[in-house]
């Protein structure tokens, strides 16, 4: 099994930047392809972004390309996901989320990742 926890939300005005954290625990000796969800209220989950256990690979959300930026620590073991630009309507509860499949090209598919860390609130003020 793994564990996600994810941290790092907070209140910021438009056009500011946040960082957010993730770290597994558990079984990771193998490797996870991580990613990041966010949900607002009354929408459905949307994929922001998706690192592939190496790091090598990334692929990003449309709405945040550009903006946010997916990276892992030498462990692989945490992703970060660095917020920069930010609007109102990134508004949302993220989600971090992992998966033992090494799938090419990375899923943006939440059914995808079994495994998900608790989320973290995110507001920007306008």
């Known amino acids: 099994q793994v564990q996600l926890v994810d941290s790092g939300g907070g209140l910021v005005q438009a056009g500011g930047s946040l960082r957010l954290s993730c770290t597994a625990s558990?079984?990771?000796?193998?490797?996870?392809?991580m990613g990041w969800f966010r949900q607002a209220p009354g929408k459905e989950r949307e994929f922001v972004a998706a690192s592939s256990w190496s790091g090598d690979s990334t692929v990003y959300g449309d709405s945040v390309k550009g903006r946010f930026t997916i990276s892992r620590d030498g462990a692989d073991v945490t992703v970060h996901l660095q917020m920069n630009s930010l609007k109102p309507e990134d508004t949302a509860v993220y989600s971090c989320a992992a998966d033992w499949q090494r799938r090419i090209p990375l899923s943006r598919r939440p059914r995808d990742y079994p495994y998900w860390g608790q989320g973290t609130q995110v507001t920007i003020s306008s």
């Open positions: 558990g079984r990771t000796s193998s490797g996870l392809s």
